[in-house]
């Protein structure tokens, strides 16, 4: 049976009962105050101490990680190598990782990209990545991904604020340039060869929690692609405004709160830091699962 | 005197007679035999050398590099690597580097990106990023480089063949998408403190040269805009494309070639590589200053 992220997904979210991931968005000065001063002044050290305890403390809980690539980029090839590390990590624990690294360029460049993240070995099961550049900027990545059957996942709508002046621009006929992003994203993640056992396929959509009528207009424009959903948690969506991108059978989207997770000793001073994250991640998951499941 | 990305490109430009910069997009496959011969399976070694002598070569004839961190990223933590040292190394040689990343975020995401990328010592001295955000996804890049005045070029219109499907989504009063974001960038690189001397700010645009109707109304959206110009060369613009992205006075863009004078080489291959690679890099900056100074 040949591998499919969105199968994969859809079974280890069922598996678990979890229709979440966890966002690895490691901050120096946020470590655990121990941890820090265990590690002195070698920061890659306690960075990847806690990106492998966090995965320890999360892998039975949820399906997948969602591991951001820019607090690694901030100590440039150093930070790459252990943010590589931390993918094979996460693999070993047999959780899916969706590298959030937003790539996008177009021919060429854009192939250099997919290669350096989907083809290699130590690379993520999905990356995250611009739609703007159309067709030209996805094609590449999708076909980097053929072998493995590993994901995408599209910039469609962000959660944050100021999205709104770019992304709601309106058209002609009404439709909103986010809802046109859909149509092109459901076009090209909607062939055949792209589609799994699940129905799903292996090119989704970022599509932001803040809002949910829209996400309710995007799960109709994007009927095959799986959604992974921001904005949980310390960005404010709760788990109802987070129902919108499932389908009614509660497949078809991932939800992902990352610093209201990894941080969350921060709001409990006296608990052990670890205990705080696996009650956290619990909550989290019990929180989208009594909505959703 | 405070240092600003935009007043120091104007004055390079000016000074070396040519409104065009070098891509380095090295690929391995395409080095010239005799330096891969020599660097056997040492392809970051090769590479290295590749670049160090490009950029030695060209940097009498024009004032700028871009560099493509996606050819870095195939080989991680080493690729990522050497990119920070090959960037320091065109610093060095007095060249302005744009380093073509195309990142894109929101929040601490971004401040993490900009913080590897702009504030590092051994960053370039402008990035390339992603619109799509909206300001949130601007702000924190904007402000890292508020200290040593540099740059970055927003994503407003891309050069490839289904960009269009795209960016030329038609709004209510029929203005493109594209024009949309170049408003949203006009509006926020247009603040005072971010406009230096030469009256450009150090926040640019990405244009490419493929439709010169398209540039031109760009130009009246964003006055004060240096616009980077993808397209020249292996991309099919010619000379007379590209002039419609500058202004009257011959300032206001520098156009990239990549390919086509990096590879120059594999066109006459009885010549030395390096001179290859000089002729085309002269003939290159001749081309552009003959129709734009």
Same mark, same amino acid.
């Given at each position: 049976?040949?591998e ?17 991931c ?6 120096y ?6 941890l820090r001063?265990?590690f002195?002044?070698?920061r890659i ?8 305890q ?7 809980i ?6 951001q690539?820019?607090?690694?980029e901030?100590?440039q090839?150093r930070g ?20 959030d ?8 460049s ?13 690379g993520p099961?999905?990356?995250t990545?611009?739609?703007?550049? !159309?067709?030209d =900027? ?5 076909? +980097?991904? @053929?072998?493995g $059957?590993? &994901?995408?996942?599209?910039? *469609?709508?962000?959660?944050n ?6 992304q709601?621009?309106?058209?002609t006929?009404?439709q909103?340039?986010y ?5 092109q ?10 589609i799994?056992?699940s129905g ?22 994007m ?9 949980? !948690?310390?960005? =404010? ?5 987070c +129902?919108? @991108?499932?389908? $009614?059978? &509660?497949?078809?989207?991932? *939800? ?13 001073r006296q608990?052990?830091w670890?205990?705080?994250?696996e009650?956290?991640?619990?909550a ?5 699962a009594?909505?959703?499941?």
């Open positions: 049976m040949d499919h992220f969105g199968d994969n997904l859809v079974a280890a979210i069922a598996r678990k009962r979890a229709p979440v966890v966002g690895l968005d490691p901050v000065e946020r470590l655990p105050g121990p001063k265990a002195r002044n070698d050290g306690a960075l990847g101490e806690f990106c492998r966090v995965l320890t403390v999360v892998a039975p949820v399906p997948a990680v969602k591991i690539i820019a607090y690694f901030i100590y090839s790459v190598g252990l943010y590589n590390e931390i993918v094979a990590f996460a693999r070993e624990l047999d959780l899916l990782v969706i590298g690294v937003k790539r996008g360029d177009i021919g060429p854009a192939e250099a990209y997919a290669a350096g993240h989907l083809r290699a070995t130590n099961d999905a990356v990545v611009s739609g703007y550049f !159309g067709d =900027g996805l094609i590449p990545f999708i076909e +980097a991904g @053929a072998e $059957g590993k &994901g995408i996942f599209v910039l *469609v709508r962000t959660s604020p100021s999205a709104a002046a770019v709601d621009f309106v058209g006929d009404g909103r340039f809802e046109h992003m859909a149509e994203v459901a076009t090209i993640g909607g062939g055949e060869e792209l799994g056992s799903y396929s292996r090119v989704g959509a970022v599509v932001g929690a803040t809002y949910p009528q829209e996400a309710r207009r995007l799960r109709e424009i009927p095959r692609q799986i959604f992974l959903v921001p904005g949980y !948690g310390a960005q =404010g969506a709760t788990a109802a405004d +129902a919108a @991108a499932f389908k $009614g059978d &509660g497949t078809g989207a991932i *939800v992902n709160a990352s610093r209201s997770v990894i941080f969350a000793y921060e709001r409990h608990a052990d670890k205990q705080a994250i009650a956290a991640g619990r989290f998951a019990k929180d989208l009594s909505v959703v499941l």
